[in-house]
Every structure is written in structure tokens, then in C-alpha cells.
Nanobody
Framework: QVQLVESGGGLVQPGGSLRLSCAAS????????MGWYRQAPGKQRELVAV???????NYADSVKGRFTISRDNAKKTVDLQMNSLKPEDTAVYYC???????????WGQGTQVTVSS
């Protein structure tokens, strides 16, 4: 059974940093592209960052230069380092695992990130 468990969310002031982590189980991690998505109240879920099974990252324009995605295939984890946080980064952040062969995917339960003074 596939499980993705996020951790690391919380409340932070504007300009601050948070590190999200997602631990996967029940998957052959190395054949999944991993991603972070977010959903703010009243808005659609949007892509934040993805990293291929080969380690190539890609970012939404809104977070380029501020967020860094990384993965550890041995530990089956994917992290999102978020710096220079803005109030508009406030959302529930979800971890996603997408199978490289057919695109089938799995989601974590989400972790709340709130950026506020």
C-alpha cells in the first residue's frame, strides 16, 4: 500500500523559511517523479515544484529562486526548502508521486503552511 506522509508545515513570518519533507512507502521510489503542489483557500491546486526520478528539478515561476526541491532515493524522501516566504505562499502543500511509465499517481494528506506576521 502506497503512503506519502508530509511533515514540516507551520506558521512562519514573511521572509522566513520552512522545510517540508515527504516520506514514501510502498513504492519503488526510484521510478517515480516526485512533486509538491499547493492549494490555497478558494483556489485550484497548483504545481509548486517537481523532480524527476533522475533528479532534474522544475519550478513554478512564482517560487523560482526561493524554493528548492530535492530527493533522496535511498531514504525515499523528497524535501522542499522554502525561503523568503510570502503571504501568498500560504496554502496546504501536498506531496505527489507519479509513476514514470503510465502517469498514475498518489497524494499525501497535505500539510498547512501559513505565512503571516
Amino acid at each position: 500500500q502506497v503512503q506519502l506522509v508530509e511533515s514540516g508545515g507551520g506558521l512562519v513570518q514573511p521572509g522566513g523559511s520552512l522545510r517540508l519533507s515527504c516520506a514514501a512507502s510502498g513504492v519503488i521510489f526510484s521510478i517515480y517523479n516526485m512533486g509538491w503542489y499547493r492549494q490555497a483557500p478558494g483556489k485550484q491546486r497548483e504545481l509548486v515544484a517537481v523532480i524527476t526520478n533522475g533528479g532534474r528539478p522544475n519550478y513554478a515561476d512564482s517560487v523560482k529562486g526561493r524554493f528548492t526541491i530535492s530527493r533522496d532515493n535511498a531514504k525515499k524522501t523528497v524535501d522542499l526548502q522554502m525561503n523568503s516566504l510570502k503571504p501568498e505562499d500560504t496554502a496546504v502543500y501536498y506531496c505527489n508521486a507519479k509513476f514514470i511509465y503510465d502517469g498514475s499517481d498518489y497524494w499525501g494528506q497535505g500539510t498547512q503552511v501559513t505565512v503571516s506576521s
